[in-house]
């Protein structure tokens, strides 16, 4: 496994990561369904320790997966071993009795649940998890105070900020100043982390590092659904309803993923390798943090460890997708 440094820390982290959301299961956040299918605990041990015998150091959660729950399970399966390991989480979609999550109360309280949760002392990276400081930014200066304090006390290491438009990055970054930026980035959407555009020059101009989030597209790349019989999900998935899911995506992407097996192999694994190393070819890429609920695609996703593309192939993905 090859690691590389969030940002202009001493932090290193797995270039494949694992992303924690789907531990969370079924969830609803202010009457949207949020979560995904419940998962078997067994099963994500299972998984983690794999992981973690075969490089994986980096583990991304946040205070909304099941409120909680997800957080609490990681610090179960990992037991001992939680302190060896890198830890991000998150702040800002989990309201409580807050009028808004970014109440600096709020975001001190959130903090201290999430230690608890996690089993620490300290959290190596605390998100923002959205833009939204509400109307003209009103609670972005006392947020950023009282994430300033969490850093002085040692409760937080890195500060981070997830969050999913050009202008709310541009806007906010100047302010926040954090060492790592998050967001979803795949084969099908890579915007922020194309050369020339706005976050990518964010990202290089202030020596920041991108954690890509839904790199496999929810599973979209790895051709696991079909247009024939598109798939359905239980309400409180994230996934129900969303247009990508639906016959008429499917046709669209089908022809450009057989594209993609005719030239690098069309196993789950092959797929995998594609949609990894094509975000880990980019340098301003800290670590991509596909989801996981079992062993089975934790090795599909390691499988891909180590396996780069040389610059011809990328232009090929990508041209594919264009």
């Known amino acids: 496994m090859k690691y590389r440094k969030l940002g202009q820390s001493d932090i290193a982290v797995s270039e494949i990561s694992l992303g924690c959301w789907t531990m969370g299961g079924r969830n609803w956040v202010r009457g949207n369904s949020i979560g995904w299918a419940d998962v078997d605990e067994t099963e994500i041990q299972q998984a983690i320790d794999y992981a973690l015998d075969h490089g994986v150091n980096h583990f991304d959660n946040a205070d909304v997966y099941g409120n909680g729950k997800a957080e609490r399970m990681l610090a179960r399966v990992l037991g001992n071993r939680t302190n060896d390991v890198v830890i991000a989480t998150k702040v800002g979609h989990a309201w409580g009795t807050a009028g ?155 022809p450009r993923l057989e594209k993609l097996e005719k030239r690098f192999g069309d196993s789950t694994e092959d797929l995998a390798r594609v949609a990894l190393q094509y975000l880990l070819h980019e340098p301003v890429v800290g670590a991509v943090i596909p989801g996981f609920r079992n062993l089975d695609q934790v090795q599909i996703n390691l499988a891909a460890q180590d396996k780069p593309f040389m610059p011809e192939e990328i232009d090929f993905i990508r041209s594919t997708f264009s």
């Open 100 to 254: 808004h999550p970014y109440e600096p109360q709020h975001i001190r309280h959130q903090c201290e649940q999430s230690l608890i949760n996690l089993k620490r002392e300290t959290i190596d990276l605390y998100y923002f998890h959205h833009g939204d400081f509400g109307p003209g930014d009103q609670y972005l200066d006392d947020a950023m105070a009282v994430m300033n304090q969490l850093r002085d006390e040692g409760k937080i290491r890195l500060l981070g900020l997830s969050a999913y438009s050009n202008d709310d990055f541009t806007r906010l970054v100047p302010t926040i100043q954090p060492d790592v930026l998050q967001s979803w980035a795949h084969i099908m959407d890579d915007h922020f982390i194309r050369e020339g555009e706005p976050v990518r020059k964010l990202l290089e101009e202030r020596g920041m590092s991108f954690v890509a989030f839904s790199p496999l597209n929810q599973g979209l790349l790895l051709n696991k659904f079909s247009a024939k019989n598109p798939p359905e999900f239980v309400d409180g998935d994230n996934r129900m309803g969303k247009k990508k899911f639906t016959r008429e995506a499917l046709e669209i992407l089908e």
